[in-house]
């Protein structure tokens, strides 16, 4: 694996803000990183990035400790925090050069010329970054991180301020790069979560919540598919209970119903039978999806 974080504890005074969480993230891997606000996100990956110290725990980027061998560790990582840092009396083309020296990039021109076309910023080398919007800033944020084609790609909040063509075009330079290396990605918005993630880790608390591919992730906290139909005709809860498959009866009113039944159980047929025998008609009839958005509410709240 790229990263291996193990026992991994930061404590503050008093308080943890991250507390014995363990996690692996793989080559060929976009792991989205989840967490409300003081989560321990952004602390999590300030360790892995060398940038402060664990109190405890072990953390590994391509096999180097970052506490016995950051410098080899950074070489390894590109790195987009949630503030993203830029000088902005400098010019992109000027920036970028200036921290592919700072990596020691052989042919620099070559790859400040590629990260540029890469990330959209051609119409914009040119500009000072202080003149530049949040969207396009991020943007130079991102090309300084993988200037170094690092091995492991670290970003906190990329997508920010982006409008939604330059989203979608973020999107896609992420999911191409997850292609080949290893993303973790920190986001409050759970539809770049959906496009973007293979797996999610979620912290709450400092504590780690859960480490699932979505699609699982979302089966274990749902538990139950939820169905709910409308009838023009009123019916009763006893009756609906007997139709096969169903575990539980919500009335809405007289004649709209939510139905229960197991996560893999689809009742819709045997309630379409259920409306033919007793000659009611069936006006609505809708599965509730289950989302990562309903995930994420139930582990952190």
Same mark, same amino acid.
């Given at each position: 694996m790229s990263v291996q974080v193990q026992n991994l504890t930061k404590i503050y005074g008093e308080q943890h803000a991250v507390n014995q969480?363990?996690?692996? =993230?793989?080559?060929?891997?976009?792991?989205?990183?989840?967490?409300?606000?003081? =989560?321990?996100?952004?602390?999590?990956?300030?360790?892995?990035?060398?940038?402060?110290?664990?109190?405890?725990?072990?953390?590994?980027?391509?096999?180097?400790?970052?506490?016995?061998?950051?410098?080899?560790?950074?070489?390894?990582?590109?790195?987009?925090?949630?503030?993203?840092?830029?000088?902005?009396?400098?010019?992109?083309?000027e920036?970028?050069?200036?921290? =592919?020296? &700072?990596?020691?990039?052989?042919?620099?021109?070559?790859?400040?010329?590629?990260?540029?076309?890469?990330?959209?910023?051609?119409?914009?080398?040119?500009? &000072?970054?202080? =003149?530049?919007?949040?969207?396009?800033?991020?943007?130079?944020?991102?090309?300084?991180?993988?200037?170094?084609?690092?091995?492991? &790609?670290?970003?906190?909040?990329?997508?920010?301020?982006?409008?939604?063509?330059? &989203?979608?075009e973020i999107r896609n330079l992420i999911k191409r790069i997850g292609e080949q290396k290893t993303v973790i990605f920190s986001t409050h918005i759970m539809q770049e979560v959906k496009a973007l993630c293979d797996r999610v880790v979620i912290i709450n608390k400092g504590n780690l919540v859960a480490d699932d591919a979505i699609g699982d992730l979302e089966?274990?906290?749902?538990?139950?598919?939820?169905?709910?139909?409308?009838f023009l005709e009123k019916t009763t809860r006893s009756q609906l209970a007997k139709i096969k498959g169903v575990t539980k009866v919500v009335g809405l009113s007289d004649t709209k119903w939510k139905l229960s039944s197991k996560l893999d159980d689809d009742v819709r047929a045997e309630i379409f039978k259920y409306a033919v025998q007793n000659q009611l008609t069936l006006i609505e009839m809708s599965k509730q999806v289950f989302s990562i958005e309903n995930a994420f509410q139930q582990l952190t709240k």
């Open positions: 969480i363990n996690f692996e =993230a793989h080559q060929g891997e976009v792991l989205g990183f989840l967490g409300p606000n003081g =989560a321990g996100k952004t602390t999590t990956m300030k360790i892995i990035t060398c940038f402060i110290p664990q109190t405890e725990g072990t953390v590994k980027v391509c096999g180097h400790d970052v506490s016995a061998d950051p410098i080899e560790v950074r070489r390894h990582i590109g790195y987009l925090p949630e503030h993203n840092p830029l000088y902005k009396e400098m010019y992109v083309k920036y970028l050069t200036f921290i =592919a020296g &700072l990596h020691k990039i052989k042919k620099k021109r070559q790859r400040v010329d590629e990260m540029i076309d890469m990330t959209g910023l051609t119409r914009e080398r040119n500009k &000072l970054i202080g =003149a530049l919007s949040k969207g396009y800033r991020q943007r130079v944020g991102l090309a300084q991180a993988m200037i170094h084609d690092p091995q492991v &790609l670290i970003l906190d909040e990329p997508t920010s301020g982006l409008d939604p063509n330059q &989203l979608v089966k274990r906290v749902s538990g139950e598919t939820i169905i709910t139909i409308e």
